[in-house]
């Protein structure tokens, strides 16, 4: 017989059982090593757009400066590496403060790293501070253009990163066979994920939210998602297989 001690013991254990939650399928990206390269640093500043605006607006310009795209693209990197993490990626930064690097050391510390594939960080600059949309730009084409082509995709197909006031276009992808594309042994992309010099975007980037900063870093983990779900069955480079 059944005393009642054991009974609220079984209880209690079903109790327990229930609690512990299912664990889903590992992520994609689980194992393999991403390296990313947020681009400019130091002197090399990449678009002042940005702060001109916010200049422009009656901002404090020490306080304006923190929005060259230099910054943003470290910011935007940090938070691309925090998703990434999370869901079990090795990650390789080239940079993580504000320094200058060549394209050389950049490749450099790419191919050292025993990364599988690399994410240029750029934000694009123009005249029209209207202008807005998506770039990605590939080196070699046997090395690269899959890569960023599948980046391309998922990013466009992204509502959160390409639903903005002003037309944001698809500029496709593009052959740019120089920067640390060209030092680059494994498949690279080079992502101009929005226009810096679009007011809207601007002033998404400067209101200290960092919701905008996150949609371009999730955009970008999604691409990633896509490539590791789907890679093709072999890749010059350190691809890991599966």
């Known amino acids: 017989m059944v005393s009642n001690a054991m009974l609220v013991g079984m209880v209690l254990v ?3 059982l229930a609690s512990i939650p299912i664990s889903s399928d590992p992520s994609p990206l689980a194992g393999h090593t991403i390296a990313i390269d947020p681009g400019h640093g130091g002197t090399d500043l990449g678009s002042t757009a940005c702060m001109e ?3 422009d607006r009656g901002w404090d310009e020490d306080k304006a400066k923190e929005y060259r795209e230099k ?3 470290l910011d935007i990197a940090s938070r691309l590496q925090e998703l990434l993490l999370e869901n079990g990626a090795d990650v390789h930064m080239t940079r993580t403060d504000d320094v200058y690097m060549s394209s050389h050391d950049r490749g450099d510390s790419v191919n050292d790293s025993g990364a599988e594939v690399l994410v240029n960080l750029h934000l694009n600059g123009w005249e029209d501070p209207h202008m807005d949309g998506l770039y990605v730009l590939f080196g070699q084409s046997r ?3 899959a890569f960023a082509q599948v980046m391309h995709d998922s990013m466009w197909n992204n509502a959160a990163l390409t639903s903005t006031p002003d037309e944001f276009i698809d500029f496709g992808i593009r052959q740019f066979a120089a920067g640390v594309l060209l030092w680059s042994e494994i498949p690279s992309a080079l992502l101009e994920s929005a226009f810096i010099s679009n007011e809207w975007e601007c002033r998404q980037l ?5 919701d905008r900063q ?5 955009a970008i983990y999604e691409g ?3 490539w590791y779900s789907d890679p093709p069955p072999s ?3 350190k691809h890991k297989a599966d």
């Open 14 to 16: 079903l109790v327990l």
């Open 53 to 55: 605006m916010l200049v």
């Open 71 to 73: 910054h943003v693209n």
């Open 143 to 145: 090395k690269d253009k």
């Open 206 to 210: 400067s209101n200290g939210s960092g």
């Open 214 to 218: 996150q949609e371009i870093a999730q």
């Open 224 to 226: 990633l998602v896509a």
């Open 235 to 237: 890749l010059p480079g």
